[in-house]
């Protein structure tokens, strides 16, 4: 059997995201009820490469093997050679011939589509610059939980056009559902996922346009990390594309909230809207311990060649 990757949601089928799904379901009330009993990833080892700071991306990857049965070991650049200019190619080699999968937290996505080009064991993408699939594996368990399947409905994705926005362009594709982008000029996501995505995704340039009658509203922060320098700039920009109580008004009474964190309040979304009765970033953020439990037990023991 093919080792399998993860660096996108186009890597699964969306029956294999449905399924991935409903097992992350599953391993999350087996837990809260009785704890693991069972060691599925026992004596098997994740490698954790992390050249970005990371809260829940390490947490939950690390708790995830922890519970599972396995171990998760952190690197940084200053842990290997790769942060002393060692080639990808190598230390792909070097790393999946001990480890049974590797994580990559990065800048360029080119640096994980060539280290899983060389590598033995499964790569899972954990955040890069284009895409961040596993916090949609998170979204997507967390709306199932809350209103069951996501086939038909409409999101409203409201700010930048950043790795976020991308994943959730390939959502709509995967789950079937409909994505309104509302960003500024100039912050467009990538113009060939919209190309591909065709009449499933719209770009428009109001927050409240974008809203209407949306079954979930979503945003991140105005400067991902590395884009630091640009804050201000960005906030002139940006401003009228906060997610606030009157574009949440615009959406279905019963609409949710999301955001991957960490938030800005006052910035892309005000306290009323993160911390109130339609949010659920908090079970969002938990869910990326259960998603990628059931990630894992797809790639290491459903895929097991």
Known sequence: ???????????????????????????????????????????????????????????????????????????????????????????????????????????????????????????????????????????????????????????????????????????????DFKLRIACPEGFEPKAELLAEAGDRVELLRDAKAAARDADLVVTDVWASMGQEDEQRARMKKFMPFQVNAEVMAQARPDALFMHCLPAHRGEEVTADVIDGPQSVVWDEAENRLHAQKALLHFLLVENRA
């Open 1 to 175: 059997m093919p080792v399998r990757h993860f660096l996108t949601l186009k890597d699964c089928t969306p029956d294999e995201l449905q399924h991935i799904l409903q097992q992350g379901i599953a391993l999350k009330k087996t837990w809260k009820e009785q704890g693991d009993h069972n060691d599925p990833l026992k004596s098997r080892s994740l490698a954790m490469i992390f050249e970005k700071a990371s809260t829940r991306t390490r947490l939950s990857f690390e708790i995830a093997m922890t519970q599972l049965g396995g171990h998760a070991l952190f690197l940084s650049p200053r842990d290997t050679q790769l942060g002393r200019g060692e080639p990808i190619e190598d230390s792909a080699r070097v790393m999946s011939r001990m480890a049974d999968a590797i994580i990559i937290r990065t800048f360029s996505h080119e640096i994980v589509e060539t280290f899983a080009a060389h590598s033995l064991v499964p790569v899972i993408n954990a955040l890069t610059d284009d895409y961040h699939p596993c916090q949609l594996l998170a979204d997507m368990q967390t709306w199932y939980e809350h209103r069951g399947p996501m086939q038909g409905k409409t999101v409203a994705w409201i700010g930048d056009g950043n790795n976020m926005c991308n994943s959730y362009i390939n959502a709509a594709m995967q789950y």
